[in-house]
């Protein structure tokens, strides 16, 4: 049996309403945050004119938002990084729009090329950082919007500066 070939369709689709999804005007559904974030990495004019870079801080700037989300627009100088946050009760889609990021996680490190995507659900724990040796931009889908970004202390930094390890 080949599932490529199971499904055959008879007769005039667009005569079974209820099996068609109205679109919607806004994102619900995680690959529609997913794809907010594709159109507009898609729309160079929309965004790239507002990008600004600054040496002594990570520049950001709200580029939208809508019913419970918000979308920000961040530069990355080479070596400045985010910290290890979570992002509260906020769900997350984190796109490169240009140059390299690299995403440190759960004790892994992951390359972020330009057109590269992370999903991150609620309380995910992650550092970004930009360790190349050109400027990178990225665009954050939050949802709810952001309203907290819990800072983390590194178990390695636990270990070397005498702290006592936190069960």
């Known amino acids: 049996m080949n599932s490529d070939s199971d499904l055959q369709i008879a007769g ?21 945050f997913a794809g907010l974030a594709r159109t507009i990495a898609a729309d160079r004019s929309a965004w790239e004119h507002l990008v600004r870079y600054d040496a002594t801080s990570r520049w950001y700037h709200r580029l939208r938002t809508g019913p419970g989300y918000e979308v920000w627009l961040l530069s990355w100088v080479p070596g400045q990084g985010s910290g290890l946050h979570d992002h509260g009760p906020s769900s997350g889609v984190l796109t490169v729009l240009s140059g390299g990021l690299t995403e ?41 919007g952001l309203t907290e970004m819990p800072m983390h202390v590194r178990e390695h930094a636990r270990c070397c500066t005498g702290l006592a390890r936190v069960p």
């Open 104 to 144: 440190h996680a759960r004790g892994r490190a992951r390359a972020l090329t330009a057109g590269a995507q992370r999903v991150f659900a609620p309380g995910y724990a992650h550092e970004v950082v930009n360790d190349t040796l050109a400027p990178a931009v990225s665009l954050h889908v939050y949802h709810p």
């Open 12 to 32: 005039d689709i667009l005569e079974v309403p209820h099996l068609l999804q109205a679109p919607r005007e806004h994102p619900a559904t995680v690959a529609e």
